[in-house]
T-cell receptor, first 112, second 117 residues
Framework: GAGVSQSPSNKVTEKGKDVELRCDPI?????LYWYRQSLGQGLEFLIY????????KSGLPSDRFSAERTGGSVSTLTIQRTQQEDSAVYLC??????????FGDGTRLSIL | AQKITQTQPGMFVQEKEAVTLDCTYD???????LFWYKQPSSGEMIFLIY????DEQNATEGRYSLNFQKARKSANLVISASQLGDSAMYFC??????????????WGLGTSLAVNP
């Protein structure tokens, strides 16, 4: 597709379970970002990948959060031992080295 | 510290009128970029307009223009001839630096715009 694709669009899981969120960026975009948006809030930066450089993980809220980007394309955000405060919309964006970030539709994560 | 402030939690505008959404920023960097995004109720984040700190002209994209006042550290979004489809949340964001690996965006809390028919 032409845009950033995220899956699943919705995820409901029980507290304590692990979840994986997937992001497929726009073809040719070397930069990939993960953000979190809680209800009624702005976006909170989580992690950023640029080409083969070491990712900027400075926004990950705890060691339960991790992300990888395989082959410079698809990325997976993993949350281990989920907590209720992890409930949010997780947004992925991609960009060229310069230019605007283009966002996917997000994954709405609900922790019961 | 980097910070984006949007002081208007909610705004109303009459259809076909112009509206200005405020954004002020705080940075110690000389090189930075400012972005506006629109988020309709459907949730997608849509890029609207970009202004670089060294750009001498105010950015314009169709009905959107950015009133960039560098000395005041403000980057207000002006929407001309409002349409019902403009009803959405609007976010201002900032990226510091023109190069390097730190390209994350710092976001404001947004302004909810409602366009009345």
């Amino acid at each position: 597709g032409a845009g950033v694709s995220q899956s699943p669009s919705n995820k409901v899981t029980e507290k304590g379970k692990d979840v994986e969120l997937r992001c497929d960026p726009i073809s040719g975009h070397t930069a990939l970002y993960w953000y979190r948006q809680s209800l009624g809030q702005g976006l909170e930066f989580l992690i950023y990948f640029q080409g083969n450089s070491a990712p900027d993980k400075s926004g990950l809220p705890s060691d339960r959060f991790s992300a990888e980007r395989t082959g410079g394309s698809v990325s997976t955000l993993t949350i281990q031992r989920t907590q209720q405060e992890d409930s949010a919309v997780y947004l992925c964006a991609s960009s060229l080295v310069t230019g605007a970030q283009h966002f996917g539709d997000g994954t709405r994560l609900s922790i019961l | 510290a980097q910070k984006i402030t949007q002081t208007q939690p909610g705004m109303f505008v009459q259809e076909k009128e112009a509206v200005t959404l405020d954004c002020t920023y705080d940075t110690s960097d000389q090189s930075y970029g400012l972005f506006w995004y629109k988020q309709p109720s459907s949730g997608e984040m849509i890029f609207l307009i970009y202004q670089g700190s060294y750009d001498e002209q105010n950015a314009t994209e169709g009905r959107y223009s950015l009133n960039f006042q560098k000395a005041r550290k403000s980057a207000n979004l002006v929407i001309s001839a409002s349409q019902l489809g403009d009803s959405a949340m609007y976010f201002c964001a900032m990226r510091e630096g023109r190069g390097g690996n730190n390209r994350k965006l710092i976001w404001g809390l947004g302004t909810s715009l409602a366009v009345n028919p």
